[in-house]
């Protein structure tokens, strides 16, 4: 009896280490399975660092070049072109002459003015002598003065009417075009001759608002050429428009002095560079563009935290390349993912990657 109660007791004894064993097998099987399942929950990302950086404040726009001065030059009376004393191509000065009108009819005109002023004159010498003897009245002598200051205003008048057949320059240039041949008649809305200057040039290029408060009047601009590769050319910001287009982009003007050993030409295609330099600029906060996504607002970022991320909001300031400058919500040394955000949400286990 006695053997069959220990035997009970005995196997009593040894199915309860066997459930304590079972029973702990179970709960460390459970705890590793855990572990398994959040690393395998973990999302793969990579991640950039906040840092503090000096930009590279450089941007680039393409214009196009124009002379500074260009005319076109009209005739100042109607007549018949005469002659033309300027080829295209020619180099001209200010007062130069481009070419006559006939001036037949202006020299009777001015013939006649001659003589009614030189009568008109000796009228009035005469009559101031009768003057002071008493011949005329005061009236008498203001009625020719008159007449002989209405004589001279019409003989000046001729005067100039014979100087507009003489075609003049009146800035200094190239001929570009010539509109007239000998014989043609002209009025005055006639174009006769187009006149560039082309010794100083201006560049027009478009600047966007978010560069153009880096551009001051007076900066020296790089400016480089498709048919000039090997050489840059510096100019200077003349212009930039208080108002901006349509396209929010605002017109800048470059003035170039023009080499003659790389000679520049109005219509020529170009890229201006402006460049602040570096000690000038203030280093700034940045992150890597690759924080943003199309998933996102486009001023939230996820940041890492013991191996989790939480979404944050950001103020971003300008964009440098492929870095943004952000101007609160992020600390020097905050670790922001650039890969993988699209499957991430707030507080979403991450596994960093290389």
Do not use: C, W
């Amino acid at each position: 009896m006695k053997k069959i109660i220990y035997s009970i007791i005995l196997g009593t004894i040894v199915l309860g280490g066997a459930i304590y064993i079972l029973l702990s097998n179970k709960k460390q099987n459970q705890e590793e399975t855990r572990v398994i399942t959040e690393k395998n929950e973990a999302i793969s990302v990579k991640v950039d660092t906040v840092k503090r950086m000096v930009p590279q404040l450089t941007y680039s726009s393409n214009g196009i070049f124009e002379p500074v001065q260009q005319l076109i030059v009209t005739p100042e009376t109607t007549g018949t072109i005469q002659k033309i004393m300027v080829k295209e191509g020619d180099m001209v000065t200010i007062g130069q002459t481009l070419a006559y009108l006939k001036k037949d009819q202006a020299n009777i005109s001015h013939q006649n003015a001659n003589a009614h002023y030189q009568n008109a004159l000796e009228n009035y010498n005469r009559y101031q002598s009768a003057f002071k003897t008493g011949g005329i009245t005061k009236e008498q002598l203001e009625q020719m003065k008159l007449q002989l200051d209405n004589a001279k205003s019409t003989l000046e008048n001729a005067n100039l009417d014979v100087e507009d057949t003489r075609i003049k320059a009146t800035i200094n240039g190239i001929v570009n075009k010539k509109y007239i041949e000998p014989g043609t008649v002209v009025n005055t809305a006639t174009s006769l001759f187009e006149i560039v200057d082309i010794s100083t040039l201006k560049l027009q290029v478009t600047v966007p608002e978010l560069q153009v408060s880096n551009i001051q009047v007076g900066q020296q601009a790089q400016i480089q050429l498709s048919v000039y590769p090997d050489t840059t050319f510096t100019g200077n910001v003349s212009f930039i428009a208080a108002k901006a287009d349509n396209a929010l982009n605002f017109p800048v003007e470059i003035i170039l002095k023009n080499k003659m050993t790389s000679p520049i030409k109005a219509g020529m295609y170009a890229t201006a560079l402006f460049e602040t330099p570096s000690s000038e600029i203030k280093p700034v906060k940045v992150i890597s563009r690759n924080a943003f996504t199309e998933g996102l607002g486009e001023s939230e970022v996820f940041v890492v935290n013991s191996n989790k991320v939480h979404l944050q909001k950001v103020q971003t300031g300008r964009s440098f390349n492929h870095n943004v400058e952000i101007l609160n919500g992020l600390e020097v040394g905050d670790v922001v993912v650039t890969s993988g955000q699209i499957n991430l949400e707030d507080q979403s286990p991450i596994q960093i990657i290389q």
